[in-house]
């Protein structure tokens, strides 16, 4: 991808952004777009970039060792985001590595990256997954089980800012993304991960802090 084509993908994003945005009554920019950039390599990434995008989101933990180090010493200032699911055995890494992580979903990974953050003195944004479809193949702790695990991390002092979803493939979206906004309110939260390159702009209008998004960006995945 070159940068050309790279600033032509990236504006056409932020304007649907801007649009779900206004159409919804939303403050202009109150949606931060994370460009996924799992599976593609460096060579890739760079373009977008050179366009201006500063928020990436990956989804292992040693892929993004390998890659972001050195594009982040080309360019200060990007922020890494962890959106897949995360070992509890790879807690330090990821705090040592991300600036906000996406996939909290169970007691254990609570103590593990409570731990890392407070050996390390790093303290990444945690969004709680939850898996708002009762998909027995996805990540994120149960709609019921929530409220004891926001206890969980509040106890534990993680720095909760959120809540994250990834809804059912082929269903309509706004439903899901509908109640999620209302266990983020009821829980206190204010931060919604939430929406793909299928359906961010629905994310958007039901208030989405922030959209997940990779082909529309990128293209298919190398």
């Not at 807690?91 to 593990?112: C, E, K, P, Y």
């Amino acid at each position: 991808m070159q940068t050309d084509d790279a600033s032509v993908r990236l504006a056409a994003v932020q304007q649907r952004i801007a649009r779900a945005e206004s159409l919804a009554g939303r403050r202009a920019g109150a949606t931060a777009l994370i460009a996924i950039s799992k599976t593609h390599d460096s060579d890739s990434i760079r373009p977008l970039i050179s366009a201006g995008q500063r928020i990436f989101g990956e989804n292992r933990v040693q892929e993004a060792a390998e890659k972001w180090p050195r594009l982040r010493e080309e360019t200060p200032g990007i922020a890494l985001h962890l959106v897949g699911q995360l070992q509890s055995n790879k807690a330090d890494d990821a705090v040592a590595l991300f600036d906000a992580i996406h996939s909290v979903d169970r007691a254990s990974l609570v103590t593990a990256l409570a731990r890392a953050m407070n050996k390390s003195g790093k303290q990444p944004a945690c969004f709680v997954q939850v898996n708002i479809g009762d998909e027995p193949q996805k990540g994120g702790c149960d709609v019921a089980a929530l409220p004891e695990l926001l206890a969980q991390a509040r106890t534990a002092e993680l720095p909760l800012v959120g809540l994250m979803c990834v809804p059912p493939l082929g269903v309509e979206a706004a439903p899901y993304f509908a109640l999620l906004a209302k266990l983020a309110r009821d829980n206190g939260l204010d931060g919604l991960s939430m929406g793909m390159s299928d359906d961010f702009e629905t994310a958007v209008t039901l208030g989405a802090s922030h959209v997940r998004v990779g082909s529309a960006l990128f293209g298919a995945r190398a």
